[in-house]
C-alpha cells in the first residue's frame, strides 16, 4: 500500500490490511467490520484484541492502537491500558510491525494477568452463588443482590424480620465470610434465624 493509498483508505480499509500484516491469527472483528466511524477491532490469538482508531477524527492523520482486556476488567484492577500512536501515511505494514515490536511485548503480558482475574471472579461467584443458594433455603424471604463488578453478593433479610426490622448478610469475593448486620431485631426472630442458618450448613 502506498502513502497515498494509506492517506485514503478508509478505517475499516486500514484495519483490514493491519490485520493482514499482523499474521494469519489476526483477523478483523466482525462486530466492528465496516462501521466507519468507529473504531476498528482486531482479534489475535489466545483471546487477544487490539482497537484501531483515528487519535483526531477530524483530521485524521494519525492512527492509534490500544490493547483491550475481557469483561471491563482493566478498569476494576487497574490493569495499564497499553497504546501506541502512528502516521496513517506510514502504512498498513509499518503499523503491524510497530504493533509487534512496541505494543505486543507489553500488552500480552498484562493480558494473561487480566484473563487470570476474570478466571479467579467467575469462580469466586460460583462460590458465593452457593453460600447465598444456602441461605436462601433458611431464609425464604432473601432478597440476593449481586456485584459483580465488585465481587460481592447481599442478602437483604427484611422479608423474613417484622416491618420495623432490617438485616444483611454481605458475603465477600468467595463466599467464604460474611459480615452481618441487624437492626431491631427482636431475640425471638433472632434466635430462629440463627438455628435456620445452622440448620442449612452456613
Known amino acids: ?14 484495519a483490514r490490511d493491519v490485520a493482514q500484516h499482523l499474521g494469519p491469527q489476526w483477523s478483523v472483528d466482525p462486530s466492528t467490520s465496516g462501521q466507519r466511524d468507529r473504531p476498528q477491532g482486531l482479534c489475535g490469538p489466545d483471546g487477544a484484541r487490539l482497537l484501531v482508531g483515528f487519535d483526531d477524527w477530524v483530521r485524521a492523520r494519525r492512527v492509534e492502537i490500544w490493547g483491550t482486556y475481557p469483561d471491563r476488567i482493566g478498569l476494576d484492577y487497574r490493569i495499564t491500558r497499553h497504546e501506541i500512536t502512528l502516521s496513517r501515511a506510514r502504512g498498513a505494514q509499518v503499523i503491524a510491525r510497530d504493533i509487534h515490536r512496541r505494543l505486543l511485548p507489553v500488552y500480552l503480558p498484562d493480558l494473561r494477568t487480566a484473563q487470570g482475574h476474570v478466571i479467579r471472579r467467575a469462580q469466586e461467584k460460583q462460590a458465593r452463588a452457593h453460600t447465598a443458594a444456602r ?65 442449612s450448613g452456613v
Open 135 to 199: 441461605i436462601g433455603a433458611a431464609l425464604p424471604g432473601a432478597m440476593l443482590i449481586e456485584d459483580n463488578a465488585r465481587g460481592h453478593l447481599t442478602c437483604d433479610i427484611r422479608l423474613d424480620l417484622p416491618a420495623d426490622s432490617w438485616g444483611t448478610i454481605h458475603l465477600d469475593h468467595d463466599g467464604q465470610k460474611a459480615n452481618v448486620t441487624f437492626y431491631r431485631v427482636p431475640a425471638d426472630a433472632l434466635v430462629r434465624m440463627i438455628a435456620a442458618l445452622g440448620d
Open 1 to 14: 500500500m502506498t502513502h497515498t493509498d494509506a492517506n485514503d483508505a478508509t478505517l475499516p480499509d486500514l
